[in-house]
Antibody, heavy 117, light 111 residues
């Protein structure tokens, strides 16, 4: 059974770049859509973007200018970079897998990232 | 602020049937784009319950069912159990925002 695990710093300074990696185990990264979703405290879930195993990407227009999502097939990993972070980027960040770009079948456990001033 | 609106909370006694609504617009549910539902137990990641408006992934009990009409969708939970106490989110695509969007979330309480 496939499992996803997020990793990266839990504390990032304002104006710097948030970097997270999702490691996929128990399955191949091929033929799926790999997404990032976040959940700010007290707010709703927000889709950040996805990368297809081939490398094509799509991201939320509200974050597009700051988001880079990439896949590292050889390591069965994909990553998220969010630049110029502010306190509003404090959230639990989830990675997820989808058979389609339209929904998210399997999720990682999530990792809390706090942006400090 | 989400474009998909859900009631903040619903409750029911064990064994009862509860429904959660998800109200959107012509640029998302009414377009029509597929609606999905997720269950988030306390301290856990969301879990896909319903995809493509009405389909259940393998392993999801048939007590959970989805429906859609016009610009709204609903999740029904029949035979409510204590383990169903969780937050539930709907999700779709919005063509005006060009983004996948989630509902505001509904907390289900088992009395």
């Amino acid at each position: 059974q496939v499992q996803l695990q997020e990793s990266g710093p839990g504390l990032v300074k304002a104006s710097e770049t948030l970097s997270l990696t999702c490691t996929v185990s128990g399955g191949s990264i091929s033929n799926y859509y790999w997404s990032w979703i976040r959940h700010p405290p007290g707010k709703g879930l927000e889709w950040i973007g996805y990368v297809y195993y081939s490398g094509s990407t799509n991201s939320n227009p509200s974050l597009k200018s700051r988001v880079t999502i990439s896949v590292l097939t050889s390591k069965n990993q994909f990553s998220l970079k969010l630049s110029s972070v502010t306190a509003a980027d404090t959230a639990v960040y989830y990675c997820a897998r989808g058979y389609s770009s339209s929904w998210f079948n399997t999720w990682g456990q999530g990792t809390l990232v706090t942006v400090s001033s | 602020q989400s474009v998909l609106t859900q009631p903040p909370s619903v409750s029911g006694a064990p064994g009862q049937r509860v429904t959660i609504s998800c109200t959107g617009s012509s640029s998302n549910i009414g377009a029509p784009y597929d609606v999905q539902w997720y269950q988030q137990l306390p301290g856990a990641a969301p879990k896909l319950l319903i995809y493509g408006d009405t389909d259940r992934p393998s392993g999801v009990p048939d007590r959970f069912s989805g429906s859609k009409s016009g610009t709204s969708a609903s999740l029904a939970i029949s035979g409510l159990q204590a383990e169903d106490e969780a937050d539930y989110y709907c999700q779709s695509y919005d063509s005006s925002l060009s983004a996948y969007v989630f509902g505001t979330g509904t907390r289900v309480t088992v009395l």
